[in-house]
T-cell receptor, first 113, second 114 residues
Framework: DTGVSQDPRHKITKRGQNVTFRCDPI?????LYWYRQTLGQGPEFLTY????????KSRLLSDRFSAERPKGSFSTLEIQRTEQGDSAMYLC???????????FGPGTRLTVT | AQSVTQLDSQVPVFEEAPVELRCNYS??????LFWYVQYPNQGLQLLLK????STLVKGINGFEAEFNKSQTSFHLRKPSVHISDTAEYFC????????????WGAGTKLIIKP
C-alpha cells in the first residue's frame, strides 16, 4: 500500500501563471477528492470523482479552477491565472466506495507571489 | 447547510493527563461524524468515525469519542496523553445526502506539556 501521493509537494509561482497539481490515489480506490486548506482552517471541499466521472464540481472556487481524472486513476487540479488568494495547501484524498474512509495525501503547498 | 464548530483552537495539557477536544455540529436528520489527526508535516489520518450503532466510538491510539444527538456533539477524549499525541485534530461531518462530502471544523491543536 503506497498511500496517496501528490506532486509537487511545494509550488511557488508568480501571480497570473497557471499551475497544475497531480494526485495519485490508492490503486483500487474509485473515489478521489480535492480539498483546499488555508492556515488555521480545516479542509474545504472542492470536487470529487467517482472513477472518471466528476460528480460534484459546484464547490470549485471559481472558473479558474478545474480538475480532471481522465482514466479513473490519477487526477490533476489546475488553477489558471493564479491570484495571491490561491495560496494554500491543496489536499487530495481517495476512498473505496462510499467516502467514509478517506485516505489523504501529504498535500501540495502553493505560494503565489 | 451543515457546519462544524471546534470550540478550542488550542488545548494545552500536561503529559499523562486526560484531554477532551470539543466538536459541535449543526443539526441534521442523519449524520456521520469523524475525527482526523494531522501530525506535523504529515497528511490527515482517520482517528475514528461514527456511522451508526453504539454512541461511544473507539479509535486508534487510545482515543474515543461519544456521539450525543441531543447536544449535537461529538467530543474526542483520551484518558492519558503522551508527547506523541502532539498534533492538530479535526472534526468532520457528512450528512449522507451530499455524496459523502466532508464538512470540517477549523481544527484544535493539542499541545502536550512535559
Amino acid at each position: 500500500d503506497t498511500g496517496v501521493s501528490q506532486d509537487p509537494r511545494h509550488k511557488i509561482t508568480k501571480r497570473g501563471q497557471n499551475v497544475t497539481f497531480r494526485c495519485d490515489p490508492i490503486s483500487e480506490h474509485n473515489r478521489l477528492y480535492w480539498y483546499r486548506q488555508t492556515l488555521g482552517q480545516g479542509p474545504e471541499f472542492l470536487t470529487y470523482f467517482q472513477n472518471e466521472a466528476q460528480l460534484e464540481k459546484s464547490r470549485l472556487l471559481s472558473d479558474r479552477f478545474s480538475a480532471e481524472r481522465p482514466k479513473g486513476s490519477f487526477s490533476t487540479l489546475e488553477i489558471q491565472r493564479t491570484e495571491q488568494g490561491d495560496s494554500a495547501m491543496y489536499l487530495c484524498a481517495s476512498s473505496l466506495g462510499e467516502g467514509f474512509n478517506q485516505y489523504f495525501g501529504p498535500g501540495t503547498r502553493l505560494t503565489v507571489t | 447547510a451543515q457546519s462544524v464548530t471546534q470550540l478550542d483552537s488550542q488545548v494545552p495539557v500536561f503529559e499523562e493527563a486526560p484531554v477532551e477536544l470539543r466538536c459541535n455540529y449543526s443539526s441534521s436528520v442523519s449524520v456521520y461524524l469523524f475525527w482526523y489527526v494531522q501530525y506535523p508535516n504529515q497528511g490527515l489520518q482517520l482517528l475514528l468515525k461514527y456511522l451508526s450503532g453504539s454512541t461511544l466510538v473507539k479509535g486508534i491510539n487510545g482515543f474515543e469519542a461519544e456521539f450525543n444527538k441531543s447536544q449535537t456533539s461529538f467530543h474526542l477524549r483520551k484518558p492519558s496523553v503522551h508527547i506523541s499525541d502532539t498534533a492538530e485534530y479535526f472534526c468532520a461531518v457528512s450528512d449522507g445526502d451530499s455524496n459523502y462530502q466532508l464538512i470540517w471544523g477549523a481544527g484544535t491543536k493539542l499541545i502536550i506539556k512535559p
